[in-house]
Structures are given as C-alpha cells and as structure tokens.
C-alpha cells in the first residue's frame, strides 16, 4: 500500500492491543524494564535468556522478515548480559547477542541489521565450544551504529560517535568521531562548534510528544472510512 488506509479508531484499536502484548507477554521476559517502552512488531521479537535490561523510552522496531533478535548465552558458570539505555533505538534485523556482557548507552541507535556480539563463539582449532573466545563490548551514549554494522568482542566505542553502514568494527573507536572500514577506522572528527540534539532531547517531555504524535495520526487519517480500509486491502488499486 502506498498509503495507511486504517480508520483512526483502527490503528488506536491496533496501538492498544500491540501495546498489551508488549505489556503482558514481551516485558516480563526481560529483567528490567524502565518506562516508555515501544515495541512495533513485537511479535517479531525474540528475547532469550536472563540478565537483558532496558532503561527508559527504549524503541524496537522489528518488521516482517526483519526480527529483532536479544540473546544471552551461557559458558559453563559464566551467564552474559545485555544492557540498553534510555531512549536506545534498535531497528528491524538487528541482533545482539552475548556471552559475557554488552552495555549500549544512553540515546544509541542501531539502524537495520546490526549485529553486536562478544564472542566468536567457536574456538579456531576446536570448533564444539566457546573457550573463552568472549570479551565484554561497552557502547557510550549517544553512539550511531549505521545499516548492518558489525561489532566484535573487546570493543569500546566511545560517546557520540558514528559507525558507517557495513563497517566491521574490531577495536576500540574513540568519543566524538566518525569511523567506517573493515576494519573499522577514524574517517575524521565531529564539528565540536555544532551542537548536537540526541534522542534524549526529543523525549525531553514525553507526555507532550506522545500527544502531538496522536495529533498527527488523528490528522492524517481522519479522511479513512471502514468502508475504505475493508475495500482497499481486498481489492486494491493503483491509487491506493
């Protein structure tokens, strides 16, 4: 469709029953949960194991095909961890998946197709198990990780910085630059004089942009009909 053809009533009616889903049967799998969390698809998350916490605001957003995968793995005694900070972003095929320990930031965002795992998981000569091929990976706040992105084990990636779409990244990239490559390298520093807006500004007042995003729902499908939306998803046209 080119266009959403629901009613108003029906994508709130859809908004509510996906936000109880996320309530009842996503939410309790994890640890932690902090406030605001939205989930689109959440069908399409996957969450396994214990120790995955995720602060305030956090978004998922998963689409047909495109799973959102959160794994903790265990080796003998040792259980990994996943931590997710206020405000995160993590976006359709993304898949983080630990054995020791991941911490991703404040405002960090993870376009389609990130992975993020700190462990090759498979020894070079004996490839039945982990030994002790893991390391923990710290994400600082803020941290931009472009389209299918990977992060290995050991990484620290510091506040602000961006990755670019396919980088491979296999050590540590310092606060304030942006870095691209396989492996990933410093391509050039950010512009300390331009201020940067973060995903904790935009939900600075969270009551008031939940509002004025059900304002521009309200606005954009007030012309839809029942009649409309039935009609265009049996038999739909160019037009539509």
Not at 53 to 71: F, M, S
Not at 124 to 130: A, G, K, M, N, P
Not at 145 to 153: D, Q, T
Not at 220 to 235: D, E, H, I, M, W
């Amino acid at each position: 469709m080119r266009r959403d053809h629901r009613p108003y009533w029906l994508h709130k009616l859809t908004d509510r029953f996906s936000r109880a889903y996320v309530r009842r049967i996503i939410a309790p799998q994890f640890d932690a949960v902090g406030e605001g969390l939205q989930i689109i698809r959440p069908r399409d998350v996957e969450v396994i194991g214990p120790n995955i916490r995720l602060g305030r605001h956090v978004h998922i957003n998963a689409a047909r095909g495109y799973p959102v995968k959160l794994c903790v793995w265990f080796e003998g005694a040792r259980l990994g961890k996943i931590e997710i900070g206020d405000y995160a972003l993590i976006s359709p095929g993304s898949q983080i998946i630990s054995s020791i320990g991941i911490s991703i930031g404040a405002g960090t965002m993870l376009a389609s197709g990130v992975y993020i795992s700190d462990s090759d998981w498979h020894g070079t000569y004996d490839r039945t198990r982990e030994a002790g091929q893991a390391a923990p990976i710290v994400i600082e706040d803020n941290v931009w990780l472009g389209l299918r992105a990977i992060v290995g084990k050991g990484v620290h990636i510091g506040t602000n910085s961006i990755i670019g779409a396919g980088s491979v990244v296999t050590s540590d990239i310092p606060a304030n630059v942006i870095a691209a490559g396989n492996p990933a390298v410093v391509k050039r520093a950010l512009d300390a004089a331009v201020p940067l807006r973060t995903r904790a500004d935009y939900f600075a007042d969270a009551a008031t942009l939940a509002a004025q995003v059900d304002g521009l729902s309200r606005a954009f499908l007030k012309a839809n009909t029942t009649f409309g939306c039935v009609r265009s998803t049996l038999f739909p046209t160019r037009e539509d």
